[in-house]
């Protein structure tokens, strides 16, 4: 079954630790993205990535880090979480240059994320 | 640069009632455009889309839509509503051609009503 998937679903954290979600797809998708989702404000991508090894800003990236060192896979790292990153996270992949039938993206269901 | 504007975050309805749901974007080039739907602690699932060819689609659970470019418009329609599409709906946008930089509109809440 095609999807992407997120981890973890819900995590509560301190201000200052350190921590990672993961996301991963099967689709062999080159291009993902993550988004933050907060009320009234839609989605907003904070980074993406057109292939392994390239990644760029989205419209909201501080205080945010990625790595895409496969294909498959697109973590967001928080080095230093502070209480305005307390937000719904989405993971996104689609093809980069989907032509066609082929152009949506995937999401994954989400990490709601709570930094106290 | 490419933006969606969704008219009114919040939607009401009665049951059976006509559902329309306003999407308008702006785009450098020719858009792919997007209607997703979330429903309540789920994540994002697409509805519709409109890529090239017909500019009416439809989608699923009976969504419909138009692609309007004098208007540049993509407005969501239902003709009769059901409480299960009480969710929050976006718009999207990306590109046509280059990459898949795909954005949204803040999102309307649909809310059905007996």
Known sequence: ?116 | AQSVTQLGSHVSVSEGALVLLRCNYSSSVPPYLFWYVQYPNQGLQLLLKYTTGATLVKGINGFEAEFKKSETSFHLTKPSAHMSDAAEYFCAVRPSSGYSTLTFGKGTMLLVSP
């Open chain 1, 1 to 116: 079954e095609a999807q992407v998937t997120q981890n973890p679903r819900y995590l509560i954290t301190v201000t200052g630790k350190k921590l990672t979600v993961t996301c991963s797809q099967n689709m062999n998708h080159e291009y993902m993205s993550w988004y933050r989702q907060d009320p009234g404000l839609g989605l907003r991508q904070i980074y993406y990535s057109m292939n392994v090894e390239v990644t760029d800003k989205g419209d909201v990236p501080e205080g945010y880090k990625v790595s895409r060192k496969e294909k498959r896979n697109f973590p967001l790292i928080l080095e230093s979480p502070s209480p305005n990153q307390t937000s719904l996270y989405f993971c996104a992949s689609s093809l980069s240059r989907g032509l066609g039938v082929n152009t949506e993206a995937f999401f994954g269901q989400g990490t709601r994320l709570t930094v106290v």
